[in-house]
C-alpha cells in the first residue's frame, strides 16, 4: 500500500473475527440498523486509543504492519499518528485533513468533500445521523456482549467496498475494511480511553517550516 492510500483510508488490519451463530431476531438492516449505529457512535463525545494496523491482500498474505495512537472529538476534530515502522500524521479540523509525511519532509491538505468525510476512521468524530443515506448498514449479535455493523457504500466512489464495526459493551474495539482490489485493512484499538477530557488544541499539527505544503487543486 503507497502512502496516500495508507492517508486517504486512515484505517487498516486486523485478524479474523471469531465465529457465532446468531440468532435471527438479532439481525438488522436498513434504517433501523443505521439508527442503532448512529445512537451508538453520537454518544462518544471523545475517543482516544491506541492502535495495530495490519494489512492482508487478495490472497491472504500479510503485506503491512504498523502502530500508533488516534484521538476523536466531535465535532470533527481527529488526530492520528502511526509511529512504526514509519511515522505519519493525520489532523482533520472538520473543514480540511491535513496529512504529514516527515520521511518525505511533505505536508498535503485535503478538503473535507463527501469523499474524504465518509473515510472509516473519521465516523468518530464527524457527523452520523446520515448513515442511512450513506450506507446500507446491517447489524447482528455476536454472543451477549458484541454488535457488529456492516457499511456498504451507495456511493460507487466510495473508498472501500465494506467497514464492518465491531462494538464490545458498547465500546468500539474494530474496524474491518475492504476495497475494491479484495485488499483487507482492519484496525484494531487498545487501552481505549472513551469520553475522557481531551483539549481541543490536541487536535494540531506541528511540522517544520522547511517542508512542503501541497494543497488540493494547487
Do not use: C
Amino acid at each position: 500500500m503507497t502512502d496516500s492510500g495508507k492517508a486517504r483510508w486512515l484505517v487498516a488490519g486486523f485478524t479474523a473475527l471469531m465465529a457465532f451463530m446468531t440468532p435471527a431476531s438479532a439481525e438488522k438492516s436498513g434504517g433501523e440498523a443505521a439508527a442503532e449505529l448512529a445512537s451508538m457512535l453520537e454518544s462518544y463525545e471523545s475517543f482516544q486509543s491506541d492502535f495495530i494496523q495490519i494489512v492482508v491482500n487478495e490472497n491472504g498474505n500479510r503485506v503491512q504492519e504498523s502502530r500508533g495512537s488516534l484521538k476523536a472529538k466531535r465535532p470533527g476534530l481527529f488526530y492520528w499518528e502511526t509511529r512504526e515502522p514509519h511515522s505519519q500524521f493525520v489532523v482533520s479540523n472538520g473543514e480540511t485533513v491535513q496529512v504529514y509525511d516527515p520521511d518525505l519532509e511533505q505536508v498535503t491538505i485535503h478538503n473535507l468533500d463527501e469523499r474524504v468525510s465518509t473515510t472509516p476512521a473519521l465516523l468518530l468524530s464527524g457527523e452520523v445521523d446520515n448513515l442511512d443515506e450513506t450506507y446500507h448498514v446491517t447489524s447482528r449479535s455476536l454472543g451477549e456482549n458484541t454488535r457488529e455493523f456492516t457499511l456498504e457504500p451507495r456511493n460507487e466512489d466510495s473508498l472501500f467496498v465494506s467497514l464492518r464495526l465491531t462494538f464490545y459493551n458498547g465500546e468500539l474495539q474494530e474496524m474491518r475494511m475492504r476495497d475494491s482490489l479484495a485488499q483487507l485493512s482492519v484496525l484494531s484499538f487498545e487501552d481505549i480511553r472513551l469520553n475522557a477530557p481531551v483539549k481541543d488544541s490536541a487536535f494540531t499539527l506541528e511540522y517544520p517550516d522547511s517542508v512542503d505544503v501541497i494543497r488540493d487543486g494547487a
